[in-house]
């Protein structure tokens, strides 16, 4: 596509639900990165995939907090058990390659009531 | 552990003037990225500088980048209002795993 598509761009959800967020990246980039960022602060890294390589989890903040990317395209990222501090918007961002400049999606805006 | 420290925070200025925003970073890095975020939006990529005394210009903004001194620095040109947004810095190995500063919200005033 022609840039990186998020959806859904808004999620309210219940406290203990799960949830999925999906990132479609742009076509051909190799890396795929998530943020969090809450409000009226910068971004937390979460996880990024390059290629068919392991993905880097070091920024997940606890294991509620799970990636997945198939067939090196669309990533979705799973919150188990939500925590109202899980409240955030969700950025994904994509590259050609890990050394490439970044393109970010919309974001998805998760509320946890 | 890597840390970015941007200021100011918040700017307010008048429309013509000039100022600076600094990013300092606690560690060798190589490469630091610039990027603005408008209010509800998500990020657009403003500058990649890679080495010592690199510097890059777009329109009214240029950014440059001292790898000794740990410092990049976001300078503005005659602003206007169209610039009001807010601009983090990020340094990392690479785009994704990078630590971002706080952020400056910049307000341009007429």
């Known amino acids: 596509g022609a840039g990186v598509s998020q959806s859904p761009s808004n999620k309210v959800t219940e406290k203990g639900k799960d949830v999925e967020l999906r990132c479609d990246p742009i076509?051909?980039?190799?890396?795929l990165y998530w943020y969090r960022q809450s409000l009226g602060q910068g971004l937390e890294f979460l996880i990024y995939?390059?290629?068919?390589?392991?993905?880097?989890k070091s920024g997940l903040p606890s294991d509620r907090f799970s990636a997945e990317r198939t067939g090196g395209s669309v990533s979705t990222l799973t919150i188990q058990r939500t925590q109202q501090e899980d409240s955030a918007v969700y950025l994904c961002?994509?590259?050609?390659?890990?050394?490439?400049?970044?393109?970010f999606g919309q974001g998805t805006r998760l509320t946890v009531v | 552990e890597l840390k970015v420290e941007q200021n100011p925070l918040f700017l307010s200025m008048q429309e013509g003037k000039n100022y600076t925003i600094y990013c300092n970073y606690s560690?060798?890095?190589?490469?630091l990225y610039w990027y603005r975020q408008d209010p509800g939006k998500s990020l657009e990529s403003l500058f990649v500088?890679?080495?010592?005394?690199a510097v890059k210009q777009e329109g009214r903004l240029m950014a440059s980048l001292d790898t000794k001194a740990r410092l990049s620095t976001l300078h503005i040109t005659a602003a206007v209002h169209d610039l009001s947004a807010t601009y983090f810095c990020?340094?990392?190995?690479?785009?994704?795993?990078?630590?971002f500063g706080d952020g400056t919200t910049l307000t341009v005033k007429p």
């Open positions: 961002a994509s590259s050609l390659d890990l050394r490439g400049e970044a393109f």
């Open positions: 076509s051909g980039h190799t890396a």
């Open positions: 995939f390059q290629g068919n390589s392991a993905p880097d």
């Open positions: 560690t060798t890095s190589d490469r």
């Open positions: 500088l890679l080495s010592n005394g």
């Open positions: 990020a340094v990392g190995t690479n785009a994704g795993k990078s630590t």
